[in-house]
């Protein structure tokens, strides 16, 4: 790993981490026009229900009031990301299937009036028969959510693997249990929000949109509004986080859009927390059934898997939910026979969608909790199972991933001993213990060009640099890890890099921020332009110098040759002679990326690499349990990362330590909780997630890989972070006090419980 | 129903017109084009509309403007008002302790509340004192190291 870097590889502080300090950065709800109205939705109260009539006389005649807007109004059009999972219009026609559910829309002169106009909206609803839960809307005879469903199951994916008949028959032992876990809410601090202009002139769209996804969305829009994709011009402003739940066309969006061109005002609708937590997205609640068939001495040989997953009432992602979670489980153990059968079910409830990790921490946590109840079963260490069944580099895979990279044993061993195994584990004092758990995670998906990035990078006459990028930094420092890696390629500085990104209007195409593929796929993207941009800088210096162009390198401003590296011309000399040289400028490199695969990998039908590279990462955790009140203080937790090389060590850190807490939420805190449909805790009050008194001392320990695919090395460090933290802690909670807790999350009432009845070692 | 009333944010004195319900966030950000202190729940409840009352944290979103009156208000935009940045912000963008940035400002306030209470406050202090600041990214450690760094204690492990 002896590569010479200057800027990769470096604490480099986010480009825009000033204006964010300084409070000037802008998100979309700081974005103000002249003349601009504001908008307000009208929700479902009732779970599932015909709308009969929709009343809006009052509401128009309201003063202030300039539009309002119902289902019957728009296109006959759905939306969503994946094109054949597309249920969902932006203002409900017909039929509301959850509370929530967006009915109608005004805006007005200002909020008040907004909100003033949606209650005078009167609604006549015929109430349905609503179902709650996955596995009772799967029975014959369940209310029909969506017509011509059936059993209410959107997707299903049965997948297999090698021989499981003949692997379970060949095993010593074979065992099964059933695994649930919950919803939880992404809860991004900034909340989502729009803003939409309409130009009657050039007859086209421009919205400002707290989005992961400004291309997706571009498409979406286009498509509901039914304009060309031209028409539509997305600009992501600034976004405060977003964790998967921005990955989607809401009703805000396109209200926004049609509200700007029916007035020619600008436009804004921002959403409430409470709608954040009814309205938008939430992670998949999933019940899992692992069935794991074993050697004597603990050697996986087949696993089965069923799971529902609570899709609530529409699909979002759900296709790629489930494919995500099947093919995730052949990595990191190797599981040479496997059956997956997943189901995406729908409910009158809060609507399922990515959330980091998408599909694979529910998985996650049936596995690895499997692992340790094994363990206990068999007799053998936690750990010892774990290595024993880890995944090699280079090895033949099932579902034929290439491996090229893969640190994840000695992630195991490394986090083990740093959180004190051997001492702790079975050792400590009832109410104390330690437990562990391991992931894998897609650095993207390879979809061949469906999923490219694109990128163009210019030098200007005086040097500076300015790079066009369809990324979409949504705080994690896509944008910083952008510049850095254009800035090492051309020799140059980070104050000299100028990043203009995801604005579908100027930049290249992109998918978006999500799968964690954004390092090695915009990455990729921005170095090949760079690289054609220092090619036609050193083809002139080259002839000018009259040396080999292959002889030349470039490093703090200059450009030097190898083979002599006191030799050589500064890089703005080198742009002033190439000027003079009547060459044209500014010079320009362009570049598009997508994973290279053999064959197409469609997720659904064929096996494949499913991604360029893969993470690996162990997780383990030690924790206190307070006898008397069931509190658990998650003490310590030790990640060992293998994320190929870090662009920037300080923002995998970010991510790592974010994933942490987050998995630590899932783990002890976080539940949406669903009575009759309705959202119980929508607020920050009644949801509590980790503050600042919950967090644990977290280590990191760095397993560095240098990856063939990935810039410089790279793998993705966003989301498999967060899959491995909640098993670790339910492992550890079995080694404190002996419970095996096979649901999420863990509270105090229910270690209480089972204390108080004796339960426990 | 509405009032006239004078704020002084900033240092700078403001006639703004108010209702009664409005509240100190909804002047900020609606009338006086303040945008730095953000709104996150506007329930009290996450800490992104954090602002120095008479040097006190205060969250703006559930404090009424007209109760502003004749006490000094500062918001991240009066935090520094030249190009040099404060130790605080600094702090935050050389440590780590941004991510997405949105609930930045008000943990810069609430840390500068506690730096005015204690030219050296302790970890523990640190933690108490910004429990109710939420923040969805960094997971808190940075933050910290952040604050104890701008308050000259840097070097010490969280």
């Not at chain 1, 992404?186 to 002139?201: F, G, K, N, R």
């Not at chain 1, 509200?259 to 609708?269: D, I, P, S």
């Not at chain 1, 002839?543 to 470039?554: F, I, M, P, Q």
């Not at chain 1, 644990?696 to 560095?704: D, K, N």
């Amino acid at each position: 790993m002896e590569k010479e870097l200057n800027i990769v590889g470096k604490r480099v502080p986010m480009h825009d981490g000033v204006a964010k300090a300084r409070g000037t950065a802008q998100f979309t709800d700081d974005l103000v026009f002249p003349g601009m109205l504001y908008g307000k939705i009208l929700r479902s109260p009732l779970p599932h229900a015909r709308i009969i009539h929709i009343d809006t006389a009052k509401a128009r005649k309201l003063s202030g009031v300039k539009g309002v807007v119902t289902g019957q109004d728009i296109p006959d059009r759905q939306y969503g990301i994946v094109p054949k999972a597309r249920d969902e219009y932006a203002l409900a026609k017909g039929k509301v299937r959850y509370i929530g559910d967006d009915v109608a829309a005004v805006c007005a002169v200002d909020l008040e009036a907004a909100e003033e106009a949606v209650s005078l909206i009167k609604v006549e609803y015929e109430e349905l028969p609503a179902v709650y839960d996955p596995l009772d809307s799967i029975k014959e005879g369940a209310p029909v959510i969506h017509e011509g469903v059936d059993h209410n199951t959107s997707m299903s994916i049965r997948k297999e693997f090698g021989d499981v008949k003949k692997a379970f028959a060949e095993s010593d032992h074979i065992f099964e249990d059933t695994f649930y876990s919950q919803a939880v809410n992404h809860a991004p601090m900034e909340p989502h929000a729009a803003v939409a202009q309409y130009d009657h002139l050039g007859e086209h769209f421009t919205v400002y949109s707290s989005t992961q996804i400004p291309y997706f969305l571009r498409r979406n829009l286009a498509s509901t509004l039914m304009v060309p994709e031209s028409k539509v011009r997305i600009i992501k402003p600034k976004v405060g986080g977003g964790f998967g739940q921005k990955i989607d066309m809401f009703a805000k969006d396109f209200c926004a859009a049609w509200f700007a061109r029916e007035t020619g005002r600008a436009v804004k609708f921002v959403y409430e927390r409470d709608e954040l937590f009814i309205s938008t997205r939430q992670r998949h609640p999933m019940y899992i059934t692992v069935r794991t068939g074993m050697k004597k001495d603990g050697t996986i040989l087949a696993q089965q898997f069923k799971a529902h997953a609570d899709g609530g009432a529409y699909n979002s992602t759900a296709p790629t939910m489930i494919a995500l979670s099947c093919y995730f489980l052949m990595i990191p153990y190797r599981v040479p026979n496997l059956i997956y059968e997943g189901h995406h079910v729908y409910t009158n409830k809060p609507v399922g969608g990515a959330m980091r990790g998408h599909g694979i921490p529910q998985a996650r946590f049936a596995v690895e909790r499997q692992l340790d109840l094994i363990a206990q079963r068999i007799g053998i260490d936690p750990v010892e199972l774990r290595v024993k069944n880890s995944i090699q580099a280079g090895e033949p895979h099932p579902a034929k991933f290439i491996i090229n990279t893969c640190g994840f044993s000695d992630c195991l061993k490394q986090a083990a001993e740093a959180i004190g195994w051997k001492e702790k584990r079975g050792k400590l004092p009832k109410g104390r213990g330690v437990g562990i758990a391991g992931a894998s995670f897609p650095s993207g998906v390879s979809n061949m060009s469906h999923i490219s990035s694109g990128s163009v990078v210019q030098i200007g006459q005086d040097g500076a640099v300015n790079v066009l990028s369809g990324a979409a930094d949504i705080g994690q420092g896509a944008e910083t890890v952008i510049a850095q890696i254009v800035a090492e390629v051309l020799g140059v500085t980070m104050e000299d890099v100028r990043i203009t990104a995801a604005d579908t209007g100027t930049c290249p195409m992109d998918p978006g921020t999500f799968g964690s593929g954004v390092t090695v796929r915009a990455g990729n993207a921005a170095r090949l332009a760079a690289e054609e941009a220092r090619k036609k800088l050193f083809k002139y210096v080259a002839k000018h110098l009259d040396v080999e162009r292959d002889d030349l390198a470039v490093k703090d401003r200059f450009i030097y040759l190898k083979s002599s590296p006191g030799k050589g011309m500064s890089f703005k000399d080198a742009l002033k002679g190439y000027q003079y040289a009547d060459l044209p400028m500014p010079i320009v490199g362009r570049a598009s990326w997508f994973a290279p695969s053999t064959e197409p990998t469609t997720l659904f039908k064929d096996d494949g690499n499913f991604a360029p590279n893969y993470s690996f990462m162990a997780q383990a955790a030690e924790v206190d349990v307070d006898l008397e009140t069931g509190q658990i203080k998650l003490l310590k937790m030790v990640t060992a990362h293998d994320c190929g090389r870090a662009i920037n060590p300080m923002l995998v850190e970010g991510q790592l330590e974010g994933s942490v807490v987050g998995g630590m939420g899932q783990a002890l805190y976080e539940n949406v909780i669903v009575e009759k449909g309705q959202v119980m805790n929508p607020s920050f009050l009644d949801y509590g997630f980790p503050t600042f008194l919950e967090m644990p001392e977290i280590g990191a320990i760095e397993v560095e890989t240098d990856d063939p695919i990935g810039p410089f090395g790279a793998k993705e460090a966003g989301e498999g972070t967060q899959l491995s933290p909640a098993p670790a802690i339910v492992n550890a909670i079995y080694d404190a006090i002996g419970v095996d807790f096979k649901e999420l999350p863990v509270t105090p009432e229910k270690i209480l419980e089972v204390l108080e009845k004796g339960g426990g070692k | 129903m509405k009032k006239i009333i004078s704020l002084s944010i900033n240092g700078d004195q403001y006639e703004v017109l108010v209702s009664p319900n409005q509240t100190l966030l909804e002047v900020l950000r609606d009338q006086l084009g303040l945008m730095g202190t953000k709104r996150g729940c506007d329930l009290g409840a996450c800490g992104a509309c954090t602002v120095l009352i008479n040097g006190e944290a205060y969250l703006s979103c559930i404090m009424l403007a007209m109760d502003g009156v004749g006490k000094e208000i500062q918001t991240i935009e009066g935090l520094t008002q030249t190009r040099e940045l404060h130790p605080l912000q600094e702090a935050f963008v050389k440590e780590g302790g941004i991510q997405c940035g949105f609930c930045t400002p008000g943990m810069i306030m609430t840390a500068q509340a506690i730096l005015n209470e204690a030219e050296k406050p302790s970890e523990e202090t640190i933690k108490r004192k910004m429990a109710g600041n939420l923040c969805r990214c960094t997971g808190y450690k940075k933050i910290v190291t952040a604050v104890m760094s701008a308050a000259g204690q840097a070097g010490e492990e969280v």
